[in-house]
């Protein structure tokens, strides 16, 4: 069975300072690595994805994540972060092809940017 | 539309009647989920539909709970006898043909159920 845990369920970060969200996985094969961002009262917006390649994938609004095999580790990362970041931020996972369909989520970490 | 659209937005019911949610995809896109996100929780996947073939519904969590599509189209998540343990947002998400692993999911924003 996939799964994701995301440790951290708040993160406090003054405006400006380096923004690190933590996500490790469990999959059997290749993992397919996904960050989604949820507002107040609105959807999930994707972010960024690793499927192959380079580990540092980069994604919308200035957000990256560094993919760590060794350490079975996605950790979403913002050089500087803005107070318009704050929001609820999950990691999800799934298998290669083959292994089903579910996209398996983590528990959510909220991002708070202070000013 | 542009995107998932989801009706009702909110939606408060009295525990034991049924309920009824509504999912509108993309236009174009074949592969739809619904997901449950509890307060406070993450999302929990219910049931997933791709084109023609058998739902996956390896995630609902009782049989009061199932799904249908129609048409390769809309989807309605049907809830019966409801309990107050079913009080979550539901969120419905499609992805686009072709890219089935690698694709990422467009969520729609999600209908509120309150069961009192």
């Known amino acids: 069975a996939q799964s994701v845990a995301q440790p951290e369920d708040q993160v406090n970060v003054a405006e400006g300072n380096p923004l690190t969200v933590k996500c490790t996985y469990s999959v059997s094969g290749n993992p397919y690595l996904f960050w989604y961002v949820q507002y107040p009262n609105r959807g999930l917006q994707f972010l960024l994805k690793y499927i192959t390649g380079d580990n540092l994938v980069k994604g919308s609004y200035g957000f990256e994540a560094e993919f760590n095999k060794s350490q079975t580790s996605f950790h979403l990362k913002k050089p500087s972060a803005l107070v318009s970041d704050s929001a609820l931020y999950f990691c999800?996972?799934?298998?290669?092809?083959?292994?089903?369909?579910?996209?398996?989520f983590g528990g959510g970490t909220r991002v708070l940017v202070k000013p | 539309g542009a995107g998932v659209s989801q009706s009702p937005s909110n939606k408060v019911t009295e525990k034991g009647k049924d309920v009824e949610l509504r999912c509108d995809p993309i236009s174009g896109h074949t592969a739809l989920y619904w997901y449950r996100q509890s307060l406070g929780q993450g999302l929990e996947f219910l049931i997933y539909?791709?084109?023609?073939?058998?739902?996956?519904k390896s995630g609902l969590p009782s049989d009061r709970f199932s799904a249908e599509r129609t048409g390769g189209s809309v989807s309605t998540l049907t809830i019966q006898r409801t309990q107050q343990e079913d009080s979550a947002v539901y969120l419905c998400a499609s992805r686009r043909p072709g890219v089935a692993s690698t694709g990422e999911l467009f969520f729609g924003e999600g209908s509120r159920l309150t069961v009192l």
């Open positions: 539909f791709q084109g023609n073939s058998a739902p996956d």
């Open positions: 999800a996972v799934r298998g290669p092809e083959g292994a089903g369909n579910k996209l398996t």
